[in-house]
């Protein structure tokens, strides 16, 4: 065998020495995740989930048991394995943030629940939300126009033009604003950066290679801190339920949020200027660079 086919094979094996450390890593992973949320987990968990088998999940056990052998102990009247008082998750993926979000997920849509590795869950329901418009062809030529630095010819729909017209954009980003998908992009029109609501594309087709414009756009490369406190008009306790809440640190909280955002954040936390003439209850947070961010966003 010439030595560039043996090459060849060790990349090869190399390459499948590798996707097998990284799918026993995600099994190690769900194995954390179940012993934290469930407390619980026996080799059929791992087995039907990832279809694996039974000598394959106990030799994942073992090598979990290595990780963080006072993590769990056998149980053999159940035959299980259970989380002790001494569990340390041991990955991200079991995070308190993690398992929220895979509630939340599975509250919002049901039916797509590939992903997350709840097991047992608690009834959880969440608000509804009202959904815009999404075009799934358009989100594509804006993403393919940011993945190769081109310019997208588009309608696009606004509140001062209702009917829609015609303009040319050079996109950069996305960004969702907590309730709407919008691009960040050049417009060749306003010869400014703009927010563009992905909503209000009706329609994108390819204009071409264009410059690279992401290091110009001063107000998104541009990150601002953002001082919250609890309001000055609420009594000492309330206060201090404020601060407990959001687990302030010597009454404060500082956020990094990236300038073309500014509006969006204050609008999600009740602090617009607009929004301002609110009873302290109502508000609850307050800004303690008021002015500055004011002047930021005028």
């Known amino acids: 065998m010439s030595d560039k086919f043996r090459e060849g094979d060790e990349r090869v094996s190399q390459k499948g020495r590798l996707g097998a450390r990284w799918g026993q890593e ?22 039907d989930f990832f279809g694996i088998s039974v000598p394959q999940a106990s030799l994942d056990l073992n090598e979990y048991t290595k990780l963080a052998p006072d993590n769990l102990q056998y149980d053999m009247s159940a035959r299980v394995y259970r989380s002790t008082g001494l569990f340390q998750p041991v990955f991200a993926t079991s995070s308190l943030e993690c398992y929220l979000d895979n509630l939340l997920s599975v509250a919002v849509k ?9 097991g047992w869950r608690t009834p959880v329901a969440a608000v509804p939300r009202l959904l815009r418009r999404l075009d799934s062809d358009v989100v594509i ?26 303009r040319t954009v050079t996109p950069h980003s996305l960004v969702h604003d907590g309730y709407r998908w919008h691009t960040r992009a050049w417009c060749h ?10 909503s209000r594309i009706v329609q994108a087709h390819n204009a071409g290679p264009d410059e690279e414009r992401t290091n110009c756009d001063t107000a998104w490369n541009t990150y601002i801190k953002v001082i919250l406190f609890a309001h000055p008009g609420l009594r000492p306790a309330q ?30 936390l009740n602090l617009t200027e607009a929004q301002s003439n609110q009873a302290p209850e109502a508000l609850q947070l307050a800004l303690k660079n008021k002015d500055e961010i004011y002047a930021l966003l005028k």
Request: charged share 30%.
């Open 26 to 47: 995600r099994r190690l992973e769900f194995i954390d995740y179940r012993l934290r949320w469930d407390g619980q987990i026996n080799r059929s968990s791992i087995t």
């Open 110 to 118: 049901s039916e797509l629940q590939y992903g997350n590795f709840l």
């Open 141 to 166: 030529q804006i993403l393919r126009a940011i993945r190769e630095g081109e310019a997208v010819q588009v309608i696009y729909q606004s509140m001062s033009d209702p009917e829609g017209s015609e």
């Open 189 to 198: 029109k306003r010869k400014e950066f703009r927010d563009f609501l992905l």
């Open 239 to 268: 206060r201090s339920l404020i601060e407990t809440d959001y687990a302030m640190v010597d009454g404060e909280i500082h956020l990094e949020c990236r300038q073309a955002l500014l509006h969006y954040l204050l609008f999600q």
